[in-house]
């Protein structure tokens, strides 16, 4: 139900009292505004995030492997993506010869092990225990050189993805058509649907058609790797639905063409609208957040060069001269909210800072239920360990 404040609180001044009303509802932009939340906002702050270390989540901190042929352009789509390489540089790198493992967590809000393989990695080699690692694994993503002869690495995509799905179904299987540079319009398609029906007819010969595959066209010279890192990401991610229907009521009550929730420091978003994303308003959000980083870092940064490019000052807004409005706002330390808006409907700029302030805190509540399990969840098992008795027979705890 729409309930429409009164004021808006930057009229009435003083924002610390309004607080509990705000929570109520979003400001109606069109008519059919929905209640955004009907309950208490506990503002939690940056702790109230998705606590990634948490041992006892690995649905928080999921595994994602990068698998592929020798020089597919794995550990090139790891450092242009989380290391910002630049991909002149990837020539140089050396070939890699055993198991990668990163940690996503310390530098960014998106949290999650990527484990890059060596190309010529042996299933039947006794040394690799396969399963252990297939068993905590959210993403599978299998990189083919599209630029290469791809017979032999639908061999060992298919190899690879029964193996995995033996060990666990509940993987995802993401199968990036790489290094599209290098090919014509119509080549990438042709080649997209070749890869995609060999594929799925090799998983069929083995009656396991119940097997999902994703296909992603990339290149690490465009947005196209961000956009489908992105995708892969977004899947692991419990609370996407949540955070989409957010940025739904978000939108269509504030006169918004399109939202992104990005991470900032890898630039991939971690939920949009459900309106349709074409790739170049995503790159004009990457853009939007490379320029806002650089100035900051620049001129944001105190005399004596402390301070943070990214802080909860962060905003900016970039006028095109197509009549559209680049805005962007800080959500948390990691996360930016990129927004497409109409100069027209950017006139009401009040009415979008209120609904962001709801937005903004409706985030923070989705994680906040997400941390009280977690907690619950730790305590739990923590209480379990106490009671079981020590070797010897006595109990930890006294009864
Ligand atoms: N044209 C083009 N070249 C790419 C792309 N991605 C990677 N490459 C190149 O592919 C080559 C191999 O990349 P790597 O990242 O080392 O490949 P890898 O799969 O990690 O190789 P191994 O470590 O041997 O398994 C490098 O010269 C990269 O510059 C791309 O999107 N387009």
Redesign the pocket.
Known sequence: MSQVPRKLPEEEGDEEEEEEEEMVGLAGYADGAESFSDGDAESGGDEAFLDFNDPFSTEVKPRILLM?L????????QKVVFHKMSPNE??F?E??NKICREDVSNSSFVNFQIW?F??QIDFFDPTFDYEMIFRGTGALIF?IDS?DDYMEALARLHLTVTRAYKVNPDINFEIFI??V??LSDDHKIETQRDIHQRANDDLADAALEKIHLSFYL????DHSIFEAFSKVVQKLIPQLPTLENLLNIFISNSGIEKAFLFDVVSKIYIATDSTPVDMQTYELCCDMIDVVIDISCIYGLKDDGTGTPYDKESMAIIKLNNTTVLYLKEVTKFLALVCFVREESFERKGLIDYNFHCFRKAIQEVFEVRMKVVRSRKHQSHMQKNKRPTPNGTPRMPL
């Open positions: 592929g020798r020089r597919s352009g794995k550990s090139s789509i990837t020539l790198l070939s890699t890059d060596p190309g990189v630029q790489h290094k540079d290098g990339t290149s690490i010279y």
